[in-house]
């Protein structure tokens, strides 16, 4: 039993809740972000995300909104063709689902690294279509899926649909894992490092080890999103980081490879 049954189709949640999350989880993190007393938790300064960042907060907003639109279009067309109205769903047992989920976690982890690796690699993609994201030099929540359209296609529509696809997940898991993965992503670009975060202390991919990444120095490294840093140790892309304590307040992530 879900909150949402009897009133819309798990089809539609998993389509249409993980975008309305995106907005509701990122734009609480946009607007702590600029409260004084969080200050001494941001990763970059105020001055640093104004003089740095290439690309105006609502071009990101129009970016990340046209990607939804695909994602949306994308999500209805997969439900529609991997289900059966004539046969209901019966939910697995709650072990199966967890199963389900960590097969999903690394399906969307090594087609994420793959994609986005050879879009680093390949210097007309990321100049044509990769530095789209990299405008972003300081990452802030609601610009985790600011992206070119067709890496936002190829990188997290796809990653998403395969991840669902091989984990044989029913609609009603995949509402409840691709939430999951919103809210990391997110996280991962929120630009605070915060006490009792469950993301940055459960995973070590979290927002100081992608900040790395979205740093010059690191552009080469840290690959991997956005679970796991796997295939960034087996590979040779991964960046340890360290955080140092900022005189004016906060903190700052530096790669700890000489």
């Given at each position: ?49 104004d003089e740095k960042n290439l690309v105006s907060v609502p ?57 986005h690796r050879y879009m680093h690699q390949n210097k007309f ?13 300081v990452p802030y929540a609601i610009g985790a899926l600011y ?112």
């Amino acid at each position: 039993m879900v909150p949402w049954e009897g009133y819309v189709s798990d089809e539609t949640m998993g389509t249409f809740a993980p975008i309305v999350l995106y907005w509701v989880y990122g734009g609480c993190y946009q607007l702590i972000l600029h409260r004084r007393p969080l200050q001494q938790y941001r990763l970059h300064t105020q001055a640093e995300e104004d003089e740095k960042n290439l690309v105006s907060v609502p071009t990101v907003i129009r970016g990340v909104l046209l990607q939804q639109l695909v994602q949306a279009i994308v999500a209805m067309i997969l439900f529609m063709v991997t289900s059966d109205s004539s046969t209901p769903v019966v939910q697995p047992p709650i072990h199966i689902q967890i199963i389900q989920f960590g097969v999903a976690m690394l399906v969307m982890d090594s087609w994420q690294y793959f994609v986005h690796r050879y879009m680093h690699q390949n210097k007309f993609l990321y100049k044509h279509i990769h530095s789209q994201h990299h405008r972003l030099i300081v990452p802030y929540a609601i610009g985790a899926l600011y992206n070119h359209p067709l890496e936002g296609l190829l990188l997290d529509t796809l990653g998403g649909a395969m991840s669902f696809l091989f984990s044989s997940m029913t609609p009603r898991t995949a509402v409840f894992f691709f939430c999951f993965a919103v809210m990391k992503t997110v996280d991962d670009h929120c630009g605070l490092w915060l006490p009792y975060n469950i993301f940055q202390r459960l995973f070590r991919n979290n927002t100081a080890y992608h900040d790395i990444h979205h740093q010059l120095q690191g552009t080469k490294y840290n690959y991997s999103q956005p679970f796991f840093s796997i295939w960034d140790r087996i590979l040779g892309t991964h960046m340890p980081y360290k955080l140092v304590s900022r005189k004016e307040g906060g903190f700052e992530a530096r790669p700890a490879r000489d």
